[in-house]
Structures are given as C-alpha cells and as structure tokens.
C-alpha cells in the first residue's frame, strides 16, 4: 500500500531536519557535482583528447560519480573504443534530441555500449545539468518500493521509465517545496529510506507507530560480533549488501565476507564460464580463493 502524502511529507522533513546520512553525504556530493559538472559538457568532452577523456571517465566510474557504487570490472571496456564512446556520450548529452529516444538508443539502441548502463548513464546526465535530469539506479527503484510507488509496466522501454522516475522525483521535490530539493537530494532520500539503518526505522516509525527504541532494548547487553551463515537466493544478493552487511559496517568494523557457491550445470560448465568470468572476477575485486572444486 502507497504511503500517504503526509506520511511522505514527514519522512522528507525528518531527512532534511535530522538525518546522519544527509549530514554526512550531502556536501560531499555537492562538491563531487561541481567538479563533475565542469568537465560533462558536450563543448568540453568535443575537445579532450583521447587520453584525456579516457582518464577523466576512468576516475569518474571509479567514484561512482561521487554518489553511488558501480561494478568495476567493465570500466575499461566500456571506453575501449574512444571514438564510440564519445559519440555515445555526445548523443545522450543532446538536447535537441528527445530525452526518451536518446536514453533508449544508449541503453538499449544503437549507441548502446555494454557495460554502460542507467546508473552510469544517467549519472553524466544529471553531472550535465542538476536541474533538469536525475539518478536511475538500483537504489532509485528500492527508495520507490518503500514509498509503495509503482513506475513502470512490463514493456515499457528504458526510456519511457526514465520519464517516469523523473516525474515521481519532481512529485517528491513538490512535496515540500519550502526545502527546495534539487534531484540530487531526493536521491540521498531515496537511498536513505531504503538502504540506511535510520531511514529503515523511521520509516517503520512513521508507518506502524514503532518507536526507534524498544523499552527492552534498554536492558540489553552489548553485542560485540556476530557470525551469521545462511542460505540466500542468488537474485537477493543485493539485498544481502543493503541490509545485512551496510548495517554491519555502519555500527562497526567492515564485515569479514565468505562465501560459499554450489553451482549446478547438466550441460556443464565451459572453461570460459569459469576461467575467464568467475575466476578473472574474482581476481579483479582481489578476493581469495580458499577452496576451488570441479567435478
């Protein structure tokens, strides 16, 4: 069931009055825009040199923009081809164009590089102009599914979503007009209601009357470590990270993570699958590798 105006409304003020997460990300991403914003525009990426362009979105991806984590094993990949990628990135920047057929033609037409995908594409879109265009990413659609908003219906073409997550940002924006919240912000608010401990129990808190601290938790020792092992469905994982591992590390020490992966092929596995994708990405996020059988 949506959550109600007011209910949003609330949760708006509370992120804009109170929230650890905005105190701690907001400036930093404000000053991460105005470097971005100097350099992601169409005049300027025209005159870089190859070199120059490839180093600048290399730090970029790396980064993640300033405000969001990306999968860095494609990077180099996707700027492979210098000549490509600049086109790709001068036609989504084109205003004279549509935005729904550009977004559609880099994600998913001709323009389309592999590895360069909404989050990172409509990253350069909002770094070109803040006012106009915002963030679609994972956690976008997860700040959403708290709210309880649907945005897009199977079929709908990146595109078509796009418009459709920039209109609901635009709702949200107008609902507390007196904060005056660029895309930017609402985006910290979307990750925070969906992936921080904080907004996870203010919005239980606004939602189902739940006061943040139970009256038994005051008599509760302290809990030091604990050591979890459980089995996960492999489409969850996501999940895993927002929120089982963030808060971990939010309250302590960065987790100590070992996996441990059955997979199951009655046609088999080819020596590609396993060398040249799991074990090369392994290598690449510098994991080790403790146990390794085929049979």
């Known amino acids: 069931m949506p959550l109600s105006t007011e209910q949003i ?11 650890e997460t905005k105190m701690k990300w907001s400036e930093y991403r404000k000053k991460a825009f105005e470097e971005n914003h100097k350099w992601i525009q169409p005049d300027t990426i025209k005159q870089m040199s190859d070199r120059e362009l490839e180093s600048q979105f290399l730090e970029y991806f790396k980064s993640g923009g300033g405000r969001q984590t990306l999968i860095q094993m494609n990077r180099k990949k996707i700027i492979r081809d210098k000549k490509r990628f600049r086109e790709t990135i001068l036609h989504l920047l084109d205003e004279d164009l549509n935005l729904k ?36 990413n994972k956690k976008t659609e997860m700040g959403f599914s708290v709210l309880g908003w649907e ?17 609901a940002l635009k709702r949200l924006k107008e609902m507390k007009p007196e904060f005056n919240l660029n895309f930017d ?29 139970r009256p038994f938790e005051e008599n509760q020792g302290v809990i ?5 092992k459980a089995k996960v469905p492999w489409d969850k994982l996501s999940n895993i990270v927002s929120g089982v591992i963030r808060p971990l590390k939010d309250k302590g020490l960065p987790p100590e993570i070992t996996i441990e992966i059955k997979g199951k092929s009655e046609e088999g596995f080819d020596r590609g699958t396993l060398d040249n994708k799991v074990k090369e990405t392994l290598q690449q996020i510098g994991a080790t590798v403790e146990k390794w059988e085929e049979n």
């Open 9 to 19: 409304q609330k949760l708006l003020e509370w992120f804009v009055t109170s929230s």
């Open 101 to 136: 057929d550009r977004i559609d033609e880099v994600l998913d037409g001709k323009y389309r590089i592999a590895g360069f995908g909404k989050a990172i594409a409509t990253s350069f879109l909002m770094d070109f102009d803040i006012e106009k265009y915002c963030l679609w």
């Open 224 to 228: 030091r470590s604990v050591t979890l």
């Open 151 to 167: 945005l897009y219906e199977r079929g709908d073409s990146p595109g078509a979503v796009y418009l459709n997550v920039l209109q």
């Open 185 to 213: 912000d609402v985006d910290l608010f979307l990750h925070t209601i969906s992936a921080e401990v904080e907004g996870e129990k203010i919005v239980r808190q606004i939602t189902e009357g739940i006061r943040t601290r």
